[in-house]
Nanobody
Framework: QVQLVESGGGLVQAGGSLRLSCAAS????????IGWYRRAPGKQREFVAR???????NYADSVKGRFTISRDNAKNTAYLQMNSLKPEDTAVYYC???????????WGKGTLVTVSS
């Protein structure tokens, strides 16, 4: 079992920055990839970014060049640095991890990011 707690969301003006954190507890040694997803009001959840256990990364086209995902395995924490935020980035952001050889997934409860124009 892995528990995930996101933090760092809030209200920011367009063009501003926020850094989200995802703190993991439980069977953290088995965590492989860590991802961030988001769900905007009235829309389906969508992929934002992912970092593998080997720290290779990939991003949604909509955030490429503005967001950076990273992880600190010693702290069992992943981060999403979000720069040049746009109103369309407004969403609840969720942390996701894949664990073990079977890739079991766990989700956090999310943190709300609101970008005002």
């Amino acid at each position: 079992q892995v528990q995930l707690v996101e933090s760092g969301g809030g209200l920011v003006q367009a063009g501003g920055s926020l850094r989200l954190s995802c703190a993991a507890s439980g069977s953290t040694a088995s965590i492989n990839a860590i991802g961030w997803y988001r769900r905007a009001p009235g829309k389906q959840r969508e992929f934002v970014a992912r970092i593998s256990s080997g720290v290779s990364t990939n991003y949604a086209d909509s955030v490429k060049g503005r967001f950076t995902i990273s992880r600190d395995n010693a702290k069992n924490t992943a981060y999403l640095q979000m720069n040049s935020l746009k109103p369309e980035d407004t969403a609840v952001y969720y942390c996701n991890v894949m664990v073990g050889v079977y890739g079991m997934e766990y989700w956090g409860k999310g943190t709300l990011v609101t970008v005002s124009s």
